[in-house]
């Protein structure tokens, strides 16, 4: 009897995607993996230096990491950066178009900022940036290669 049913068992049981999510998964899959390279955090704000005003800019390289993985959502990927092996950011369910690029911004004023996240053939290319008051800026930047 168990032979018999295990021989009327077919493709039935075989999980198939529809054509849209296969194409979705397929369009997605060619950017994900791990990337590595350096990052560039930098800072810029005015700062009085003997009743003279001047802007002072700070930048700061750390290693960087970051596993790029399929979001949950359509046209989505998950991207969970590591710096120096300690500081862990996840960013989940980026959408990203079919050229490999996802912009995002927020606030505004002296809140603003963005994220611009593009796929170059094998490199990943990261630019963040957020006002911290009306002439202070913060972000982080980096273009680094697949694994």
């Not at 003997?50 to 750390?62: M, R």
């Not at 990927?77 to 960013?91: G, K």
Request: with cysteine; charged share 15%; hydrophobic share 35%.
């Amino acid at each position: 009897m168990s032979v018999l049913l295990l021989a009327c068992r077919k493709e039935n049981d075989v999980i198939r995607l529809s054509d849209t999510e296969a194409e979705r998964v397929s369009y997605l899959n060619q950017w994900t993996g791990t990337y590595e390279g350096v990052s560039d955090h930098w800072s810029s704000y005015p700062q009085y230096i003997d009743t003279v005003l001047t802007f002072v800019s700070n930048h700061d390289t750390q290693d960087v990491w970051v596993i790029m993985q399929l979001g949950s959502l359509d046209s989505c990927l998950n991207l969970r950066i590591v710096y120096d092996q300690t500081t862990v950011i996840t960013n989940e369910n980026l959408k990203f178009s079919a050229t490999g690029s996802h912009y995002s911004s927020w606030g505004g004023g002296s809140g603003a900022g963005f994220l611009s996240v593009k796929f170059i053939n094998d490199s990943l290319h990261y630019n963040y940036s957020q006002k911290c008051g009306i002439p202070c800026n913060s972000g982080i930047n980096f273009n680094i290669s697949r694994n």
